[in-house]
């Protein structure tokens, strides 16, 4: 197994909006992050992700690019951005961007030629069709609007947008494209940029022939959401080899590319180490969202013997493949410790739970702002207070087309929605979590009175300080970071647990998912002459019989064995 930097780092998410204020604009900002630099440092982080900083119309926050060159205002200019970086290198601190180009905004320069007229030089950046019998080419469902096609009067054709139709697609076929898009690449890693995480990369080579996708049954939208179609596409490793050839390979970088849909076998294709794609890929196995038609909005349930046994199979799958990335939050998803945790009576437990798996299993650990302190999912009364595009176009599907009952479909939000992610940082429990001196530009959650850093930071038992020893152990045993995955126990219900082995070196992980008090047997086959405590999100000393443990409630602990 190769030694590579970015396997041993642990990446930190910062969703720039959320994050800082440092001029009172109520919208985060570089300034703010630089201000928080030391804050990071002490956590112990390795790298920073940035979500996009780009100029944008933000229609999706940014993931609608119209400057690949230039900072969006509310955030700063580029001389701050060289700051930031300058200023996180200097603690040791890399930085990687957001990498969206899959689209742009519709108010890109390319675009806005593109539209201009059929010949232009810029048509073929992007995917057009003419109307098929007077309506759209075929009936693909988008993630943020009913059809991807959007018709354009002036030319009278419609072009693809699998997203907003702020967000057209480009088109990758076009090698012109592709140039400009590897320059600007190296023109971000010529300033010195440690990676990139890539939007939706996957979807980047399209089918030739767009046909209709299937019609599940009994269902009742005109367009049906098929990703199954707009993702892992033929075409799709050789633009990755290409931009692997031109670009990533010629700087000691790091990539994660997001790529929905994804199974173990098109992953070991997208980071196999001999394959010069990607060094580690998003999978989603376990952020489904229910069945085919999107705008329901329940998750996918779970069982703990399924969820173990998909975290089994990309740890095992991956093994000495490619490399996993390992998150249960994002700024697209709800809350971890909501969602697979317990946000109420555990929330401290169950966040150090997740926690200690997330860092134990092998793999590069991505923790997103605000759950080193445990936020939660936040539940506005009004749907007004929501800013996020695709709640808002969900709420008006489901309540003004599907006829849902308004309560119904503010609660799927309560769950589901994405702006669970995005509200701001709370560093104490001042006005507005600390977050700014003025109006945020979404509100904050309630109870940033008793979940925020500064309270994090006074009590020694917290979230936060679990982190730390955390990633401190990472650092200290190689065991975390290089070590082989062994499954314990597969068939229980109520305990994950695993071994970590390299060469003599072992770590048993015992995690216990619930509110419950099972049993832990230790399989008898393990053997070991001493157990050694790492770390626990309970008290104990550490000298119990762990043969038989009686756990507590999202009790989790880590052994060395000796
Ligand atoms: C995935 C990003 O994470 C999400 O926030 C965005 O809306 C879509 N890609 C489109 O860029």
């Not at 969820?307 to 991956?318: G, H, P």
């Not at 070196?505 to 157990?531: C, G, M």
Request: aromatic share 14%; net charge negative; hydrophobic share 35%.
């Amino acid at each position: 197994m190769n030694r590579k930097w970015w396997k041993e780092a642990v990446v930190y998410q910062i969703y720039p909006r959320s994050f800082y204020d440092s001029n009172a604009d109520g919208i985060g900002d570089l300034r703010g992050i630089m201000e928080k630099l030391d804050y990071l440092k002490e956590l112990g982080v390795d790298v920073l992700w940035l979500c996009p900083i780009y100029r944008s119309p933000n229609d999706d926050n940014g993931y609608d690019i119209s400057d690949y060159y230039g900072i969006l205002e509310e955030f700063g200019s580029l001389q701050d951005f060289e700051e930031l970086l300058a200023k996180a290198h200097s603690k040791g601190i890399k930085i990687i961007m957001d990498l969206v180009v899959n689209h742009t905004s519709d108010e890109h320069p390319w675009f806005i030629e593109a539209r201009s007229s059929r010949d232009s030089k810029k048509r073929d950046y992007y995917i057009w069709r003419d109307a098929k019998e007077g309506a759209e080419p075929n009936n693909w469902g988008s993630f943020f609007s009913p059809s991807v096609w959007e018709w354009d009067e002036k030319t009278q054709q419609y072009y693809l947008h699998l997203f907003s139709k702020k967000q057209p697609d480009l088109n990758w076929k076009n090698p012109a494209l592709r140039r400009e898009i590897y320059d600007m690449m190296k023109w971000w890693l010529d300033k010195g940029v440690d990676g990139f995480r890539m939007d939706v990369i996957n979807a980047i080579a399209k089918m030739d022939s767009f046909p209709d996708a299937p019609r599940p049954e009994n269902h009742t939208m005109k367009y049906v959401f098929f990703p199954q179609y707009y993702f892992n596409q033929p075409g799709i490793h050789e633009f990755l080899q290409e931009m692997n050839r031109e670009v990533l390979s010629k700087y000691d970088i790091m990539t994660v590319g997001e790529t929905c849909c994804v199974t173990t076998d098109m992953a070991k294709l997208y980071t196999g180490e001999d394959r010069n794609e990607l060094n580690m890929v998003f999978q989603f196995e376990l952020m489904g969202i229910d069945n085919g038609e999107k705008w329901k909005w329940e998750y996918r349930p779970w069982k703990l013997t399924e969820f173990k046994e998909i975290m089994s199979k990309w740890q095992t799958e991956l093994e000495s493949v490619g490399w996993n990335s390992l998150y249960l939050n994002n700024h697209d998803q709800p809350r971890m410790v909501s969602r697979f945790g317990n946000d109420r009576k555990y929330r401290v437990e169950s966040a150090k739970m997740l926690a200690t798996m997330l860092h134990t299993l092998k793999g590069t650990p991505f923790i997103y702002q605000g759950e080193e302190i445990g936020m939660t999912n936040v539940a506005f009364d009004s749907i007004y207070d929501y800013r996020d595009i695709e709640s808002l176009n969900f709420y008006n599907i489901a309540v003004n087309h599907e006829k849902m009952d308004p309560r119904s479909a503010l609660e799927a939000i309560h769950r589901i929605g994405r702006d669970n992610a995005r509200t701001p940082m709370q560093w104490s429990d001042e006005e507005n979590a600390g977050f700014t001196a003025g109006k945020p530009w979404i509100k904050v959650n309630p109870n940033y009175k008793w979940i925020n850093v500064r309270q994090a930071m006074e009590d020694a038992d917290s979230i936060l300080n679990y982190y730390k020893k955390l990633i401190l152990l990472r650092r200290e045993y190689d065991v975390m970071v290089y070590g082989k995955y062994i499954p314990l126990l597969e068939d229980d219900e109520d305990i994950y647990s695993y071994i970590r082995q390299l060469g003599r070196s072992r770590l048993l992980v015992i995690l216990n998912f619930f509110d419950k008090n099972p049993l832990f047997l230790l399989p008898e086959w393990l053997e070991y002459n001493e157990a050694k405590l790492l770390i626990s999100n309970y008290r104990t000393d550490g000298k119990d019989d762990i043969s038989e443990i009686r756990l507590r409630p999202y009790e989790a602990r880590v052994y060395e064995l000796i």
